[in-house]
């Protein structure tokens, strides 16, 4: 087979349905955006900064809202040379500590992996600057005091007089020939405050070259934590950085937190562990209406799709299965970019609504599966047991009526079983998860409270992660179970 270019594919460019892509214009978050806009706002000012930390769920323009609006703050700094800010995005998605976060933000240096152009330049500068001469902390075994200092230590080198002041000063010596400072480093040159001859050439290259000299500015150095839960309860990094100049630890800079998050007992433990000394704001992130899902889903098909590759209809139904979803735009987005493959393979040269369903139906089958595969083995086991009697149509049913035929089955293939009231609180996580529905079907007393069913079962994916779970032959998929799905496909084969 040779490569051709596909004919028919309703992509334009694809890249502004990725998760990475930043709009130019964000959509229904004029209040949210405003109120980010009043921490970062404060920079411009030369004030006391605020802390802040950031809630809304999964979904609502968190992320993407602080990347904007910090974008556009840079943009803005740069009409002014009494302020210089850093910027540190730190993503805690898999890190659990505040230790590790640390460690992750000092190698980020180290490594010389930042993306800014003016980190990269100074980035030799800084690493001289750090008393360690590693290329990378590892990633335990350092004492705990040890990686603060050495985090703080950076923080405190993040000025302007050691990254912006000091790559003018190298590109100024390179660009024209001072023959009094060709031999020196720059470190020579920024770092001697003795030699008064060297201060005044460099006071004249300020003056010919219009450089800013560093006892004029501000340094600001702002951390984004995001997804800052995963950190859980070892979260001091969230409040030593706000104290970190009252505390001594660092005096060159000013530093502030940003902490993001989608779980709300999180911010409440936060909420609950800090007092006014921290400064710190609190900014909710609300979930997207119908309309906004729309108007964030027209911006994207318009980018994403050839002009007339997509049908209208498919932005309203779109935005209604995404509210449905929590109002959730990742979800949205991602639908868009799954209905253009869809049609793709298709050869279908419109993405219309029967796209969105396929890839609706292929990304909450994804969900489902992701969900089954995590539960535990008894868990496993008890959805096994709901599949089964739902198969013989006998849901919604009851912890009392499901309970004797999970015990079989945790007996026959994990040779042990839970007790009734462990299965209570297995039901209430399950449920929680959206895998069962659960209803209150209180009848009186004596009588048990709910009733549990599987909405729109998807038996053989279900069957399949069973069939396929733990190492032993066959899985934790019950015998009886299996028997009952064959009769039950036989059944649906056979023509009525
Ligand atoms: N107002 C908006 N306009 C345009 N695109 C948006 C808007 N809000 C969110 N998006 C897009 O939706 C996706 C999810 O947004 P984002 O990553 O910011 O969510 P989040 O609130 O950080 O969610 P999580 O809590 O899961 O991290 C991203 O692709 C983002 O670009
Ligand atoms: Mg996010």
Redesign the pocket.
């Given at each position: 087979m040779t490569f051709e270019r596909s004919a028919t594919t309703p992509f334009a460019d694809d890249t502004v349905l990725s998760?990475a892509?930043i709009?130019n214009e964000?959509?229904?978050?004029d209040n949210e955006l405003n109120e980010v806009s009043e921490i970062l706002q404060q920079i411009i000012d030369r004030e006391e900064p605020f802390n802040s930390f950031i809630y809304?769920i999964?979904?609502?323009?968190?992320?993407?809202?602080i990347k904007y609006k910090i974008q556009q703050l840079q943009k803005a700094l740069s009409a002014y040379d009494d302020v210089h800010a850093t910027f540190i995005y730190q993503n805690c998605e898999s890190i659990n500590s505040s230790y590790q976060a640390a460690i992750a933000i000092v190698n980020s240096f180290l490594r010389g992996s930042r993306d800014r152009p003016e980190d990269r330049i100074t980035y030799d500068y800084l690493k001289n600057g750090l008393s360690t001469d590693k290329k990378a902390l590892p990633t335990a075994g350092l004492p705990a005091d040890r990686v603060y200092s050495l985090f703080f230590e950076l923080l405190d080198l993040l000025t302007y007089k050691n990254t912006v002041y000091c790559s003018a000063v190298q590109n100024a010596v390179e660009k024209k020939s001072y023959p009094d400072l060709e031999d020196l480093t720059v470190t020579d040159i920024i770092g001697n405050k003795q030699s008064d001859s060297l201060q005044s050439i460099l006071s004249n290259l300020h003056e010919q070259e219009g450089i800013t000299p560093p006892s004029e500015v501000r340094d600001y150095v702002v951390v984004v934590l995001d997804?800052v839960d995963r950190i859980g309860t070892r979260d001091e990094l969230l409040y030593e950085i706000p104290r970190s100049r009252a505390n001594g630890r660092v005096d060159s800079v000013t530093p502030s937190v940003i902490g993001i998050s989608?779980d709300i007992a999180y911010k409440e433990s936060i909420k609950s562990k800090t007092d006014s000394s921290l400064r710190l704001k609190e900014i909710t992130?609300k979930k997207y209406n119908v309309e906004e899902l729309q108007e964030?889903i027209t911006?994207r098909a318009e980018l994403a799709f050839k002009s007339g590759a997509y049908d209208e209809a498919i932005i309203g139904f779109t935005a209604a299965i995404a509210r449905k979803n929590g109002g959730d735009?990742?979800y949205a987005?991602a639908l868009l970019q799954k209905a253009g493959v869809k049609a793709k393979q298709l050869e279908d040269t419109v993405v219309t609504e029967t796209h969105i369903n396929l890839a609706d139906e292929e990304k909450r089958r994804d969900r489902v599966y992701e969900v089954v595969e995590d539960l535990n083995e008894h868990e496993k086991l008890l959805l096994a047991a709901i599949v089964y009697h739902n198969i013989h149509n006998e849901t919604p049913i009851s912890r009392t009526d499901l309970y004797p035929t999970y015990n079989q089955f945790a007996n026959q293939l994990l040779e042990s079983a839970n007790v009734s009231r462990r299965v209570a609180d297995y039901l209430k996580e399950m449920s929680q998860l959206g895998l069962l529905t659960r209803e209150n079907a209180y009848a009186g007393p004596g009588q048990s409270g709910f009733t549990y069913d599987i909405d729109r079962v998807d038996y053989e994916l279900m069957i399949k992660i069973l069939a396929s779970a733990n190492d032993r032959p066959g899985g934790l998929l019950p015998n009886k179970l299996k028997k009952a799905y064959e009769r039950f496909i036989n059944q649906q084969s056979r023509p009525q």
């Amino acid at each position: 087979m040779t490569f051709e270019r596909s004919a028919t594919t309703p992509f334009a460019d694809d890249t502004v349905l990725s998760e990475a892509y930043i709009p130019n214009e964000l959509r229904g978050r004029d209040n949210e955006l405003n109120e980010v806009s009043e921490i970062l706002q404060q920079i411009i000012d030369r004030e006391e900064p605020f802390n802040s930390f950031i809630y809304g769920i999964s979904g609502t323009g968190k992320t993407v809202s602080i990347k904007y609006k910090i974008q556009q703050l840079q943009k803005a700094l740069s009409a002014y040379d009494d302020v210089h800010a850093t910027f540190i995005y730190q993503n805690c998605e898999s890190i659990n500590s505040s230790y590790q976060a640390a460690i992750a933000i000092v190698n980020s240096f180290l490594r010389g992996s930042r993306d800014r152009p003016e980190d990269r330049i100074t980035y030799d500068y800084l690493k001289n600057g750090l008393s360690t001469d590693k290329k990378a902390l590892p990633t335990a075994g350092l004492p705990a005091d040890r990686v603060y200092s050495l985090f703080f230590e950076l923080l405190d080198l993040l000025t302007y007089k050691n990254t912006v002041y000091c790559s003018a000063v190298q590109n100024a010596v390179e660009k024209k020939s001072y023959p009094d400072l060709e031999d020196l480093t720059v470190t020579d040159i920024i770092g001697n405050k003795q030699s008064d001859s060297l201060q005044s050439i460099l006071s004249n290259l300020h003056e010919q070259e219009g450089i800013t000299p560093p006892s004029e500015v501000r340094d600001y150095v702002v951390v984004v934590l995001d997804e800052v839960d995963r950190i859980g309860t070892r979260d001091e990094l969230l409040y030593e950085i706000p104290r970190s100049r009252a505390n001594g630890r660092v005096d060159s800079v000013t530093p502030s937190v940003i902490g993001i998050s989608n779980d709300i007992a999180y911010k409440e433990s936060i909420k609950s562990k800090t007092d006014s000394s921290l400064r710190l704001k609190e900014i909710t992130f609300k979930k997207y209406n119908v309309e906004e899902l729309q108007e964030i889903i027209t911006q994207r098909a318009e980018l994403a799709f050839k002009s007339g590759a997509y049908d209208e209809a498919i932005i309203g139904f779109t935005a209604a299965i995404a509210r449905k979803n929590g109002g959730d735009a990742r979800y949205a987005i991602a639908l868009l970019q799954k209905a253009g493959v869809k049609a793709k393979q298709l050869e279908d040269t419109v993405v219309t609504e029967t796209h969105i369903n396929l890839a609706d139906e292929e990304k909450r089958r994804d969900r489902v599966y992701e969900v089954v595969e995590d539960l535990n083995e008894h868990e496993k086991l008890l959805l096994a047991a709901i599949v089964y009697h739902n198969i013989h149509n006998e849901t919604p049913i009851s912890r009392t009526d499901l309970y004797p035929t999970y015990n079989q089955f945790a007996n026959q293939l994990l040779e042990s079983a839970n007790v009734s009231r462990r299965v209570a609180d297995y039901l209430k996580e399950m449920s929680q998860l959206g895998l069962l529905t659960r209803e209150n079907a209180y009848a009186g007393p004596g009588q048990s409270g709910f009733t549990y069913d599987i909405d729109r079962v998807d038996y053989e994916l279900m069957i399949k992660i069973l069939a396929s779970a733990n190492d032993r032959p066959g899985g934790l998929l019950p015998n009886k179970l299996k028997k009952a799905y064959e009769r039950f496909i036989n059944q649906q084969s056979r023509p009525q």
